[in-house]
């Protein structure tokens, strides 16, 4: 099946899924936007307000961060390929619930199988938290390993992880901005140094 064809077939299950409670205050779902060739994969945590009313990914005020900093690094939406942790928005924007991560994270796993980034770049702590159990690395507090590189060897071949601070935190911190461009630089080095 091409790549498209299995996204397509993502959306409709996402659509329609039951398995975690969270169905029952979505609007829309959001899968994830982008290229399916992206060589970097953002993973978020949850669609907010706004991304549940459009369906798309960081469109709200993170976004907004979330396309300045890619921005400062060339690159455009259209490059790389944007997901979250969660498909659908968590009541008040509460902490996704570990049996909602549980349930979902199949969705994400698919995504990650199909579009095989280069380099995966988590989002906070959930998201972080999330690929590091999956990909057997220790997890430490995100304030400690943001920025770093992380190589993996996985069946696809030779991965990257960078785990970094998630945009929201700029919006009520502002020497987060500084910490999240410095960070970004080091997704350029990474792809470069391939
Ligand atoms: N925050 C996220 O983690 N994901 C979104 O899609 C929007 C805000
Ligand atoms: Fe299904 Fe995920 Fe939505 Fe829960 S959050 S209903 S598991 S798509």
């Known amino acids: 099946m ?56 960081f469109v709200g005020r993170a976004g907004k961060i979330l396309d300045e900093m890619l921005e400062s690094i060339n ?42 980034p280069e380099l995966i770049v988590t989002l906070g702590s959930f998201a972080t938290s999330y690929i590091f159990e999956k990909f057997n690395i220790k997890f430490e507090k995100i304030g400690m390993i943001h920025g770093n590189i992380f190589n993996l060897n996985t069946i696809f071949g030779k991965q990257i992880v960078i785990p970094i601070y998630h945009p929201a935190v700029a919006t009520y911190n502002p020497n ?5 461009l410095k960070d970004f630089h080091k997704i350029e080095e990474a792809l470069h140094k391939k």
């Open 75 to 116: 690159l455009k939406r259209k490059d790389v390929y944007i997901a979250n942790i969660l498909k659908c928005r968590p009541p008040e924007n509460r902490n996704p619930l570990k049996s909602e991560i549980n349930s979902c994270t199949k969705y994400l796993d698919k995504q990650i199988e199909k579009i095989q």
């Open 2 to 57: 091409s790549v498209e064809k299995e996204f397509e077939k993502l959306f409709s299950l996402v659509k329609n899924c039951k398995d975690c409670d969270l169905w029952k205050n979505r609007q829309n779902p959001v899968l994830g936007e982008g290229s399916f060739n992206a060589k970097i994969l953002f993973i978020g945590e949850a669609p907010g307000l706004n991304e549940d009313i459009q369906g798309r990914p």
């Open 176 to 180: 987060a901005k500084e910490i999240l």
